[in-house]
């Protein structure tokens, strides 16, 4: 590959804003519901199929590395900047770079490959519940205001055993996610002419 | 604006400019992102924090924004209205509204220094600022066009579900499928379709391109950048004192 195909351009950079902020939207939408207790850990399967959509139709756009890792760790920022502490970034990091190497052995073409890229990617969602399990009397005394009730409920939710849990339904969520995104595509997006 | 001002003229400029330079703007947020709503510090930063939630407001009246400043200040006076009430409701209506007071107190000071942020910052401004911090582009201009896009983005939404709850596909119909599908796609092919425009008409003006770009936008730290600075600093000194067990009487 020459220079040309592989650094990114200012094309690609505007689009991984755009993208970007689709997701974003999207996620701050589906996460007014996190503040019910029972939503809380259903978000990490309603966030990663939701935002399928606009992921698959950003993978259409992607040809070159880099971009997907640009969006991870955009989002890791601004989940800093919501609020939600320094782990996301760490797990965006970390599920950008696989998510990264995903789609490269699939040369950024094989359709398989998006879908599975898309999983290892919604495995950032993860850190916005990490410190629920590492600091957990941290993470409740900035929720003090909400009531006693509301954290029974949540810490009843949220035993320990529930970490992996959350870890594997971003992932398969996030499978599942990216194949409504590719059904999505084919029915509105190619007509539409945008895909 | 001056009528016989042209836009790129230096008194022109001047007078767009806005009080506060983006980069304090930035520096704010993140300290604000960081203590009031991510509770670094704990307790002992009670008083500090105080300070820094008023801030915002401030600065909403000091740009001029009237709407913007009593939209903040009815929403945390709600929020603080259902924390009062809480104690005389029903023990279930007493949750909900405890609940909802705990949202709103902890969230209106961050939303609010948000929207100071979006609508007193120019995208010119924005790019300019994060040159002088040398960020690099690939950082700079994806979160211009975020922040460029998200109001655009809340407006389509909003004229899309008008739309569709005329044709009777809404919220709470029990049709979760249906909405996704009708909401979601028209308000991102309209989102992407706008976000292309944008980009062409971005891309025109040199924006990636391999040549340094200027900018007409005057920007540059003033004495009100560097006293909040220096509160922005402060807040952090304090904050690792405090690591290191240090009380601090304030």
């Known amino acids: 590959m020459n220079q040309n195909e592989t650094k990114l351009g200012g094309r690609d950079l505007i689009n991984v804003g755009i993208y970007t902020a689709i997701y974003f939207a999207i996620l701050m939408a589906v996460a007014m519901l996190g503040m019910i207790p029972i939503f809380l850990p259903l978000l990490s399967v309603l966030v990663p199929i939701l935002g399928g959509v606009p992921f698959m139709l950003f993978l259409t ?9 640009i969006m991870a760790m955009i989002m890791g920022i601004m989940m800093l900047l919501t609020g939600m502490g320094p782990w996301p970034l760490l797990t965006c990091a970390a599920a950008g770079v696989l998510a990264e190497l995903c789609l490269k052995s699939g040369n950024y073409r094989s359709a398989k490959k998006s879908v599975l890229a898309y999983g290892l990617f919604s495995l950032w969602i993860f850190g916005n519940y990490l410190p ?21 409920a949540v810490s009843k939710l949220m035993p320990l055993w529930m970490a992996p849990v959350l870890l594997a339904a971003c992932f398969v969520c996030g499978i599942l996610g990216g194949m409504l995104g590719r059904a999505l595509l084919k029915k509105h997006f190619e007509k539409a002419g945008i895909a | 604006m001056n009528a016989q001002n042209a836009y790129s003229s230096k008194a022109a400029q001047d007078e767009r400019r806005s009080f506060l330079d983006p980069r304090t703007k930035l520096a704010l947020t993140a300290t604000l992102a960081l203590f009031v709503l991510g509770g670094l510090g704990g307790e002992r930063m009670e008083p500090v924090k105080t300070v820094l939630s008023a801030l915002p407001f401030l600065l909403l009246l000091v740009e001029r924004e009237w709407k913007r400043f009593f939209r903040g200040c009815l929403m945390l006076g709600i929020g603080y209205g259902l924390l009062v009430l809480m104690p005389h409701l029903p023990r279930a209506l007493g949750f909900f509204a405890l609940m909802c007071g705990g949202i709103l107190t902890r969230f209106v000071v961050t939303v609010v220094m948000g929207e100071y942020l979006v609508a007193s910052t120019s995208v010119s401004e924005f790019i300019s600022g994060m040159e002088k911090l040398r960020m690099p582009a690939a950082v700079t201009i994806p979160l211009s066009v975020m922040f460029r896009l998200f109001p655009t983005i809340g407006a389509e939404w909003k004229s899309i579900r008008r739309a569709m709850g005329m044709r009777g596909i809404s919220m709470g119909g029990g049709r979760a499928g249906e909405m996704l599908e009708y909401q979601l796609v028209p308000m991102m092919t309209s989102s992407v379709r706008i976000g292309e425009e944008l980009s062409a008409s971005a891309l025109t003006r040199g924006l990636g391109g391999p040549v340094k770009r200027t900018n007409i936008c005057r920007i540059g730290f003033r004495a009100q950048d560097w006293i909040l600075l220096g509160l922005c600093l402060a807040v ?14 304030v």
């Open chain 1, 61 to 69: 756009k992607v040809k070159k590395p880099g971009m997907v890792f």
């Open chain 1, 132 to 152: 629920l399990f590492t600091d957990y009397e941290g993470y409740f005394a900035q929720r003090e205001s909400y009531g006693q009730a509301y954290i029974d």
């Open chain 2, 236 to 249: 952090f000194a304090l904050w690792i004192l405090g690591l290191f067990g240090w009380e601090v009487g």
